[in-house]
């Protein structure tokens, strides 16, 4: 019972410091999904996430670019419109290349 009791104790604080760094990430065949807080979108649509942390990641920085898509609930948005609603929202996922540490899409 204290070894079952332990090994969730560990698993809690394993998710818990995952989500004080503000990151947890997934490996897909399209690239790595992570869960970021720190998004900054520029009225041009472009922007960087910082403060990016995981095992494949090159840089702690990705790049949101003319190319990155953005979806609400699984409709395409815009760029300027997902600015807006990530002004209100603490968590985004995130779909980027681990290569070029480019944003492919944002998810809402």
Known sequence: ??????????????AALAAQQGATA???EEGTEMLVRHIK?????TGIIT?????TCRS???KVTKDSIAYEQGKVIDMAQARQKYAKKQYVYVRFDT?????LYILW
């Open 1 to 14: 019972m204290k070894i079952i009791s332990f090994v969730i104790m560990l698993f809690i604080s394993g």
């Open 26 to 28: 997934g490996t897909t």
């Open 41 to 45: 979108i520029t009225a041009d649509g």
């Open 51 to 55: 403060n990016v942390k995981c095992l």
């Open 60 to 62: 702690s920085i990705l």
């Open 99 to 103: 290569r070029s540490n480019e944003v």
